[in-house]
């Protein structure tokens, strides 16, 4: 069975770091693609990057690029998001999610809910 | 790349059918077979109901189809039903494993 396992939320000031991970299982890590999308509070959902090729390949959409780091380590079959300097727009909830080639995500995540507050 | 382009909302009877537009560009929509639709319950993950622009996964009800003209996606629901009450949303890939997702659509079921 295919999963996609988040870490829990978390809660964090304004200007610290944070790695959030998605660790997978019943799959080939490095067969699919994995991206990350965010959804703020009451708002929809945008695609943010992906990383691809098990951990080689990293795509930003062009909003994201430079907000945030996207990362992979295959031995373990986890992605990660990061950020170096949080701010309160940072709030959200976070989901990472299996593509399925160029089409569809097919596999979700349970979401990583990320408040950042002073 | 821009947010693809969806009503903020629709709205119909149980039994209806509605369809909700996803519009795009030629650098994405209208270029690439890869046009896919999500459904969101409230609080919920979202769930794939529409892949290559016209294929259900398995165990999605065949009341729900999707379609494609030069650069706007389309979902129809037909028959529709109480539990069809979520948020949709469309997304589509736009080249150099860059995708997008469309603002999303907010069906109401009268």
């Known amino acids: 069975e295919v999963q996609l396992l988040q870490s829990a939320a978390e809660v964090k000031r304004p200007g610290e770091s944070l790695k959030i991970s998605c660790k997978t299982s019943g799959y080939s890590f490095s067969s699919y693609w994995i991206a990350w999308v965010r959804q703020m509070p009451g708002e929809g959902l945008e695609w943010m990057g992906i990383?691809?090729?098990?951990?080689?390949?990293?795509r930003y959409s062009p909003s994201f690029q430079g907000q945030v780091i996207i990362s992979a380590d295959k031995s373990i079959s986890t992605a990660f998001l990061q950020w170096n300097s949080l701010t309160t727009s940072d709030s959200a909830m976070y989901y990472c999610v299996r593509h399925s080639g160029l089409g569809a995500i097919d596999y979700w995540g349970q979401g990583t809910l990320v408040t950042v507050s002073s | 790349q821009s947010a693809l382009t969806q009503p903020r909302s629709v709205s119909g009877s149980p039994g209806q059918s509605v369809t909700i537009s996803c519009t795009g560009t030629?650098?994405?929509?209208?270029?690439?077979?890869?046009v896919s639709w999500y459904l969101q319950h409230p609080d919920k993950v979202p769930k794939l109901i529409i892949y290559d622009v016209n294929k259900r996964p398995s165990g999605v009800p065949g009341r729900f189809s999707g379609s494609k003209s030069a650069n706007t996606a389309s979902l129809t629901i037909s028959g529709l039903q109480a539990e069809d009450e979520a948020d949709y949303y469309c997304c589509s890939y736009a080249g150099t494993y860059i995708w997008v997702f469309g603002g999303g659509t907010k069906l109401t079921v009268l």
């Open positions: 030629s650098s994405d929509v209208g270029t690439y077979e890869y």
């Open positions: 990383i691809y090729s098990g951990d080689t390949g990293i």
